[in-house]
């Protein structure tokens, strides 16, 4: 055994080290103590579990059942369909019930119960439900006492059946399916590349392999193709930029929960909204210009002042809050006193307050309730009855529900009473500050707003009038009912999609209804968006594209969403949506890169590879991807213009330009080739080291080099002297190759006949050994030159594709700037400096005697001076030497080829119509003004006409000429709105789908005049 220095080694025999005087007693005493206090402390956490479980036993939901002919108080998880449970005031409803009976007597009047179910459907007041209608689990009986029956529980409540299609629901992103076949299409490209090169270099150039570092030169380079082609980077330059925008979106107000929900918030053509809380305040107000006045010479003020003053505040009944805090002038109420107050039973209907004029010591009464019941107290009933009628059936049509006032002078104890009915006060739930800007700001960005409620269909209507939605909607059981069969329930629409597509909204939903409005939208190829704020909304909102959550949304729905909003109002939304469209340019503009950059990659250095039998370093791809790719985070901070209209993928397009591009960089990477190693142009003109390496030009360079006094001969014969003849050759060569030299009988100090090579050669001669450097030398300093240009043409290539404008003139971010000035000088220093000829030959001599640059001088930045042998594989072994010079042939050649890039961009985007590329041009725009004179005014997005089934949201913009629809397949980043004969707006990843998609995004938008703007 081995004792390490300083380490006392103990045998099992031996004594133990000193421990400072700590015996076994010490020990045992420490491990009691600690397991004593492991002990307590378990015992506390037991303790403190217990009290939790406890305490949430005690929080848990009861019910009153009745069991065994009496009635018990029990868990309401233990309840089981078919139990008779007691409901009243202040319960939450513990499953679904149906509502029994009071008594058998039919002509009874019955009192219903007032239950609050808001949370679940939306609706904005606590609803009415009499015998045989049903109460969900979680709603709360705010006025009532009631028998039920239970008939759901679980999972099998409506509560539970949200809940469940929660649960059931699993999204895929779509960007992970847009990375995968953009990955795909790559690896094809690939995989052919690699077999074309195996098959060529061992089949026709009968390269071979051996044991050992650097023993294939063939299979190493092609990682060249692996490496450089495969889009490594592009999930986390995607991720990145998703990222960096969801960051801008949260300073905007919006919280992003699913990163993939930006990219697919820039697609998005249709907004599902709910109506309660989320299009309106869920708060209910009165309605004050539509006042109905029932006695002449009285003011909507004054029917405000009477009503606020019938308000009993103490109690905070919603009605009477609103009544009180709608009044515009508080202070005029402060001299008046309530001295009695009759509060609101189910029986009258009506509530009655008297009132004390402080300062005259007049006394009247106010009375606020039913309109029936008010109109029937009025003293000129007979007069007023017809115009009141007319006015509550007005107001329940547009969903309003009616509030009667009436005032009587006097306390009524002289028996004498004269009821003036005032007025009718319609109450409503009233739309957000900026819900109707934000569904024009929508509708000029392509997407089409639609309204999802469960609060009645006449209530849904009057909200949708007020935001100019359109009113074309349908309770929810149309909807399914056509879904299961009916026809009759179509209205005239062709199909469930097309009703859906078509129709402004529909009202009467329940959670399931939502989230199968959003599947079958989603069915129909369209990106769909739901908001909302309830535990109704969830299931929608994690089935939707992007589901989108308003401030004060519950936890559900926060938790269902992939968008949380901050802020209150939905202002945010149309941020959020021209942010989103932000990011998906720049994920397009990387996209295009890394399509041409893989193809670049594969046909540069496949042809170069199979054509000249020549060899790229793995370690300079792997430099330049880290260099240029990392670069390309830059981009997700670059300048761009969102679209003004939905965005979408169009892969085919992508690759169809990716090609392009790639092919032209390929083409100037093989001309730079093939103008310094295949010719001595830079050499003839700029009197550049030479690179030409052309047999032809290799031995008339070798052949006069060795002509000289330095070099061995044989009777006058340079050429054809063998390398066992040169000292330093000699002693490697004799060694690696089992004493060849000495069998040939050739030495540095036995220089004769033997030496010369003519026949079947030995060993490797002097011209060839030559012929062997230079074309080392030659060729691992082209490989800097071809890697900064390949290197820098190709992170050019992503101001050409970032934008349509010409990319001299149109400025990208200081960040991209940046990253690309940093990235390139690395690369130049790379491309000017080398590596020493690394990677080193397998097979080598060390300080060559031929490797001296074209001129004689020394090859700067070459000191190890290793060089391959004659006549073995390591002749193509892909070594890196420093350029020097050739650095400046790199840039100046790359900014020639940079210039033609803009117009082959701009010869894409007119063959493919690329983002209608055609129709920004300034010939089409002259040739299309007359038409937009003729339109007038109204040919704009902004303006809107009447609804209809083909028009639904009124938009006079889908009047325009057949002429201004581009090809939907033809627009990598698709610009997407209605048909001009459907109405329809669709986004397809089946280009074949849609054919017309209108141009609205060449128009400008409206001035004050309401005129298009130059």
């Not at 989320?278 to 002449?296: E, G, R, Y």
């Not at 006069?704 to 006058?716: L, N």
């Amino acid at each position: 055994m081995v004792e390490a220095p300083g380490v006392g080694m103990v045998s099992h025999g031996g004594s133990a080290p000193d421990d400072g005087g700590m015996d076994s007693r010490t020990l045992n005493e420490i491990s009691v103590k600690e397991f004593h206090d492991a002990l307590a402390k378990s015992s506390e956490v037991a303790v403190a579990v217990a009290a939790i479980k406890a305490l949430t036993a005690a929080l848990a939901p009861k019910a009153k059942v009745l069991r065994d002919g009496k009635f018990d108080s029990i868990d309401a998880v233990n309840l089981v369909p078919g139990d008779i449970v007691v409901i009243k005031f202040g319960d939450i409803v513990p499953a679904d019930i149906k509502i029994l009976a009071e008594s058998d007597d039919a002509e009874q009047e019955e009192t219903p119960m007032q239950i609050d179910q808001a949370a679940l459907t939306g609706e904005s007041l606590p609803v009415k439900k009499f015998s045989g209608d049903v109460a969900f689990s979680g709603s709360a009986i705010k006025a009532g006492e009631r028998h039920a029956v239970v008939y759901a529980t679980g999972s099998n409540t409506f509560f539970g059946r949200a809940a469940s299609l929660i649960a059931s629901t699993n999204n895929e992103s779509n960007l992970q399916k847009i990375m995968t076949k953009i990955g795909g299409i790559c690896l094809v490209t690939i995989g052919i590349w690699v077999v074309i090169e195996l098959a060529v270099q061992f089949g026709h150039y009968n390269h071979a392999c051996y044991p050992g570092e650097e023993g294939c030169p063939t299979l190493v380079n092609m990682l060249v193709i692996l490496v450089g082609g495969i889009p490594i980077a592009m999930p986390t330059v995607l991720s990145v930029t998703l990222a960096l925008g969801a960051a801008a979106l949260a300073k905007e107000g919006a919280i992003v929960a699913r990163m993939s929900a930006v990219e697919e918030m820039a697609g998005m053509d249709i907004l599902c909204s709910d109506k309660t809380g989320t299009l309106t305040l869920n708060k209910l107000s009165i309605d004050i210009p539509s006042i109905h006045l029932a006695t002449p010479g009285y003011s909507n003020e004054d029917v405000m002042m009477y009503g606020a003053l019938s308000a009993n505040t103490v109690t905070e009944e919603p009605i009477d809050m609103v009544l009180y805090n709608s009044y515009g002038k508080p202070d005029e109420l402060k001299g008046f006193k309530t001295i009695k107050f009759v509060p609101f039973n189910p029986v009258d209907k009506f509530t009655a307050a008297t009132i004390v004029q402080e300062s005259s010591g007049r006394v009247f009464r106010v009375m606020k309730g039913s309109p029936q019941v008010v109109l029937k107290k009025a003293h000129n009933f007979e007069e007023i009855k017809d115009a009141v009628d007319a006015k509550m059936v007005e107001f329940a049509n547009r969903g309003y529900r009616s509030l009667g006032i009436a005032k009587a002078e006097g306390d009524g104890k002289d028996g004498v009473t004269k009821w003036e009915m005032l007025g009718l006060l319609p109450l409503f739930d009233p739309p957000r500050h900026d819900t109707a800007q934000t569904i024009k700001n929508c509708r000029v960005q392509g997407i089409e707003v639609k309204m999802v409620t469960g609060d009645h269909l006449l209530i849904g209507k009057e909200t949708a009038r007020q935001l100019e939605m359109g009113t074309e909607m349908y309770p929810s059981d149309t909807l399914i009912q056509a879904k299961n069969g009916h026809p009759e329930f179509l209205h005239g629409y062709a199909n469930i999609l097309d009703m859906a597509e078509k129709c402004n909204g529909f009202a009467e939903v329940f959670p399931e209804h939502k989230y199968e409005i959003v599947k079958i939208l989603q069915d129909g190829n369209h990106v769909v968006g739901m908001t909302g704020d309830g535990v109704n909304d969830a299931p929608a909102l994690k089935k939707a594209d992007v589901g989108i959550a308003v401030a004060g949304a519950t936890d559900a729905a926060r938790g269902a969403a992939d968008i949380v909003l901050t802020e209150e109002g939905l202002s945010t939304i149309n941020s959020a949506v021209l942010g989103a469209r932000k990011i998906f340019q720049r994920m397009t503009t990387y996209s295009k890169y890394t399509v041409a950059v893989t193809f670049r990659i594969c046909f540069t250095f496949g042809l170069i590879t199979v054509i000249y039998n020549w060899y790229f370093p793995t370690i300079l791809i792997v430099v330049m991807a880290v260099f240029n790719d990392g670069a390309m985070i830059a981009l997700s901070k670059d300048k761009c213009v969102p679209s003004k209209l939905p965005n979408s993928w169009n892969l085919k397009n992508i690759f169809l330009m990716g090609i392009v591009y790639g092919l032209y960089l390929t083409l100037s990477s093989w001309c730079l080739y093939h103008v310094a190693q295949k010719s001595s142009w830079f050499e003839d003109a700029f009197n550049l080291q030479s690179l030409d390496d052309r047999p032809a030009s290799l031995q008339a360079w070798c052949s006069a080099w060795i002509q000289g006094p330095a070099f061995p001969s044989v009777d006058g014969n340079q050429d054809n002297v063998s390398i066992c003849a040169y000292p330093g050759y000699y002693e490697t060569y004799n060694a690696d190759y089992g004493g060849a030299c000495d069998t040939q009988g050739c030495s540095p100090t036995n220089i004769g006949p033997a030496c010369l090579v003519l026949d079947s050669p030995p060993t490797p001669t002097a011209i060839e050994q030559c012929e062997a450097e230079q074309h080392y030398v030659r060729g691992a300093m082209m490989r800097a030159l071809l890697y900064l240009q390949v290197s820098i043409s190709g992170q050019m290539l992503v101001f050409v594709v970032r934008t349509q404008y010409y990319s001299l003139l149109n400025r990208a971010g200081n960040m991209t700037y940046l990253a690309f000035i940093l990235a390139q000088t690395a690369a130049t220093c790379i491309a000017v400096f080398g590596f020493d000829g690394y990677v080193p030959p397998k097979d080598n001599f060390e300080d060559c005697v031929f490797c001296a640059r074209s001129n004689g001088e020394s090859v700067l930045y070459f000191p190890s001076k290793t060089v391959p042998i004659a006549r073995t594989e390591s002749v193509y072994t892909a070594s890196v030497i420093g350029c020097v010079g050739y650095a400046a042939v790199a840039w100046v050649w790359c900014i020639v080829w940079y210039f033609p890039g803009d117009f082959i961009k701009w010869a894409l985007c007119w063959m493919l119509n690329e983002d209608g590329f055609r129709d920004t041009a300034a010939w089409q725009k002259n040739k299309q003004r007359p038409e937009l004179s003729k339109e007038g005014e109204d040919a704009t997005v902004a303006a809107m006409v009447g609804g209809s089934h083909g028009n639904p949201l009124g938009r006079v913009s889908l009047s325009k000429a057949p002429a201004k629809a581009l090809d939907r397949k033809s627009a990598s980043v698709v610009a997407i709105t209605r048909n001009s004969k459907t109405g329809v707006a669709r986004v397809s990843a089946d280009p074949k789908k849609n054919l017309q998609i209108a141009r609205n995004s060449l128009m400008k938008p409206a001035g004050k005049d309401g005129k298009e703007q130059k």
